[in-house]
């Protein structure tokens, strides 16, 4: 009988079906300025990289290598970033319109704290309104990829690994 292994891109839709959940309910508590909450998501992100690695070498009875490993955990991360970036645009433009707006008006209060003229505080505020998808589609690529790939190395290196060579057979 051959062992069933969960494919990344499985492992990749639980991982988003979570941080989705917590974003949602970030969102709808009201809780979006806190931002260590706004953490969450990525320590999220690490534990489920490194759960998919060590859950792959589990079920391939540890008969893997550190670069299959660390590939598994990548390519989970990959899922889970483009499912991510997909629901990112759906939030800003059909789910949430309002969202951009919070997010602006959170931008305002932070500038306001700043000794910013009128002037550099409304071209800022231009900026970003324009701007708001590109960066949030830019922020979740870059974060979500470096903390995937942390999370891969450590997932690799914390799995059990004993690889056995496939032209040795047993006398």
Known sequence: METKVTTPVVKGLIISMILIVIGLAIYF?????????????????????????????????????????????????????VITIVYTVLAFKVLFPEMQDVLIRQAELEMEKQSLSDDQREQAIGMVRNYMVPFAIGGVLFFFMVIGLIGSLIGAAAAKKHPQDPFQQPL
Request: hydrophobic letters at 45%; glycine letters at 12%; charged letters at 5%.
């Open 29 to 81: 508590s009201g809780q979006m300025a806190n931002k260590s909450l706004g953490y969450l998501q990525y320590l999220i992100l690490l534990g489920g990289v490194i759960w998919a690695c060590i859950n792959y070498a589990k079920q391939l009875n540890h008969n893997v290598t550190f670069g299959n490993v660390f590939a598994h955990g990548f390519k989970t991360t990959a899922v889970v970033t």
